[in-house]
C-alpha cells in the first residue's frame, strides 16, 4: 500500500467523484420510494373499502 504524504498547509485532493453517477442513482432510488408509496396507498385504500362492504 502507498501512502501520500501531506506537504503544505492545503488539505489533500478529494478523489474527483461522479456527480451525475450519483444523480441518477439519487433518481432511482426516488423513484423507487415513490413507486413503493404508491402501491402502498393503493393497497390500504383497496383494504379500507373492502371492509367496508
Given at each position: 500500500?502507498?501512502?501520500?504524504?501531506n506537504?503544505?498547509?492545503r488539505?489533500?485532493?478529494r478523489p474527483g467523484g461522479s456527480w451525475l453517477a450519483g444523480m441518477v442513482i439519487g433518481t432511482a432510488i426516488m423513484a423507487m420510494a415513490t413507486q413503493a408509496?404508491?402501491?402502498g396507498a393503493?393497497?390500504?385504500?383497496?383494504n379500507a373499502t373492502?371492509?367496508?362492504?
Open positions: 500500500m502507498q501512502r501520500h504524504k506537504t503544505g498547509d488539505p489533500p485532493p408509496m404508491a402501491l393503493g393497497l390500504a385504500i383497496n373492502l371492509k367496508g362492504r
